[in-house]
Nanobody, 121 residues
Framework: QVQLVESGGGLVQPGGSLGLFCAAS????????MGWYRQAPGKQRELVAR???????NYADSVKGRFTISRDNAKRTVYLQMNRLKPEDTAVYYC???????????????WGQGTQVTVSS
């Protein structure tokens, strides 16, 4: 059983900062990519940022220069620092991990339960 547990999020004013934290636990052999996605009401889920086990990162154009993703491979955690937040960043944010539960098993995506981020004055 694999679990992704998120923390952080909440309500913040425009221009403010928030951090999102996610820890993976359970029967995990290796984690390839960890990342954050978000889904706003009436919209599809979209990639926010992701990071490989080697530290390579990808960001959505809308968050480049404002958000920073980091990861601790040993602790199986991923962190998203969000600065200069905008109302359009309001969404439910989901942690994602692309991982193997055993050495020769295929890579599978796992998801956290989601955490609400609201940017409003």
């Amino acid at each position: 059983q694999v679990q992704l547990v998120e923390s952080g999020g909440g309500l913040v004013q425009p221009g403010g900062s928030l951090g999102l934290f996610c820890a993976a636990s359970g029967s995990i052999f290796s984690i390839n990519v960890m990342g954050w996605y978000r889904q706003a009401p009436g919209k599809q889920r979209e990639l926010v940022a992701r990071i490989t086990s080697g530290g390579s990162t990808n960001y959505a154009d809308s968050v480049k220069g404002r958000f920073t993703i980091s990861r601790d491979n040993a602790k199986r955690t991923v962190y998203l620092q969000m600065n200069r937040l905008k109302p359009e960043d309001t969404a439910v944010y989901y942690c994602n991990a692309n991982l193997r539960t055993r050495m020769y098993d295929p890579v599978v995506d796992y998801w956290g339960q989601g955490t609400q981020v609201t940017v409003s004055s």
